[in-house]
């Protein structure tokens, strides 16, 4: 996949991949009063809201869960996993168009966007995914040590979203209709995704087309493990991993094959 010399080249430009990550981090809350406290407080709002409204005003439960944070949990484990992958895939997506002008005028190698991507997404997601952890502890809801099976969901997921947003984002700068039909359609598949409802309750027709969707799995897997402190079911889970690693080599590929026609067409 990765070759030991695009591996050098990455860290040779390391200074410029972190600086570049702390920047895009910084001039979100440039000229603003409380600067980067805003990282904490939007997320920090944004749980309190999901909590206060399904646990307490609106009294949502989960079946087979009746604890007061059942479903506000639930919820929160899918919206803001999804969240991490959402960002990743549609900024990967436009990545190449958005540094055109860099792309053309300075000599780097490409792969550093990509990485920049992803650490820029993975900074945000540490922010909110902290604090909901904060959450948790205080809630007595913290799930133990299944907690740290987390961590080979969200490699698996940050290499489908990656993969995914590479191959995009190579095809977008050809076909400038790709970016804008993703965007439509990562709409529908959050909708056919279980995060805000539980999969039980859709019809099996539905569910079956559900199957065939990797990130539902994934979601399932986050919420298994955030809901009940168990462990997820890791078969569903290989056909997402090979369907990462496939997307991850066809997104080099592509990129390697097309890298000089890309700066040609922007």
């Not at 430009?13 to 440039?30: A, D, H, N, P, T």
């Not at 960002?87 to 780097?108: C, D, P, T, Y």
């Not at 952890?133 to 940050?158: D, E, I």
């Not at 039909?181 to 087309?209: D, K, N």
Request: aromatic share 14%.
């Amino acid at each position: 996949m990765i070759s030991s010399a695009m591996l050098r080249g990455l860290w040779t430009y390391r200074g410029f991949i972190l600086g570049s990550v702390r920047r895009e981090f910084q001039s979100k809350y440039r000229n603003t009063l409380l600067g980067a406290a805003w990282s904490v407080l939007q997320p920090l709002a944004l749980i309190l809201v999901y909590t206060l409204i399904f646990s307490q005003v609106m009294k949502s439960k989960l079946p087979g869960d009746v604890s007061e944070y059942g479903y506000s949990i639930y919820l929160c484990a899918g919206i803001l996993t999804w969240g991490l992958f959402s960002e990743i895939v549609m900024r990967a997506q436009g990545v190449f168009l958005e540094h055109a002008n860099l792309l053309k005028k300075i000599s780097f190698p490409r792969m550093c966007l990509p990485v920049i991507v992803v650490l820029s997404a993975l900074v945000n997601f540490a922010i909110i995914f902290g604090l909901f952890t904060a959450f948790l502890l205080l809630s007595g809801r913290f799930p133990g040590p299944a907690f740290f099976l987390l961590l080979p969901l969200l490699l698996v997921q940050v290499l489908l979203a990656i993969g995914l947003g590479m191959v995009l984002g190579v095809l977008n700068v050809f076909f400038r209709d790709v970016g804008q039909f993703f965007s439509i359609f990562i709409q529908f598949w959050f909708w056919l995704t279980p995060i805000v409802y539980p999969a039980s309750i859709v019809p099996p027709e539905v569910r079956a087309l559900m199957d065939w969707n990797p990130m539902a799995p994934l979601i399932k897997s986050y919420q298994t493990i955030l809901v009940t402190g168990q462990a997820p079911d890791w078969l569903p889970l290989l056909p997402v991993a090979l369907l990462a690693l496939a997307l991850c080599t066809l997104g080099l590929a592509l990129f390697r094959k097309r890298a000089g026609e890309m700066v040609d067409e922007l």
